[in-house]
């Protein structure tokens, strides 16, 4: 059974910088595009980042230059370092393989970002 754990999430001032995290219980990890999504109250989900399994990265235009996603591979783990953060950054952030599979959502971590 796959399980999807982000963690890191909380209040923060414009500006200022959150490490999310997510442990990821699949099979293959390493194999897998991961991806971090975003939701905000009254849209729709969307990808911000993702990171393939040789390491290559994509990120949407929004975010590009502030959010960096990584992994670790021997931890099952997918980072995002998200710097300069924006109010319009607050949401809730998942990860999730890509294309993203509806059973493999968790719960996510709430992102805010607010003076």
């Known amino acids: 059974q796959v399980q999807l754990v982000e963690s890191g999430g909380g209040l923060v001032q414009p500006g200022g910088s959150l490490r999310l995290s997510c442990a990821a219980s699949i099979s293959a990890f390493s194999s897998k595009t991961m991806g971090w999504y975003r939701q905000a109250p009254g849209k729709q989900r969307e990808l911000v980042a993702l990171i393939g399994s040789s390491g290559g990265t994509n990120g949407a235009d929004s975010v590009k230059g502030r959010f960096t996603i990584s992994r670790d591979n021997a931890k099952s783990t997918v980072y995002l370092q998200m710097n300069s953060l924006k109010p319009e950054d607050t949401a809730v952030y998942y990860c999730?393989?890509?294309?993203?599979?509806?059973?493999?959502w968790g719960q996510g971590t709430q992102v805010t970002v607010s003076s």
């Open positions: 999730n393989i890509v294309p993203a599979v509806r059973n493999y």
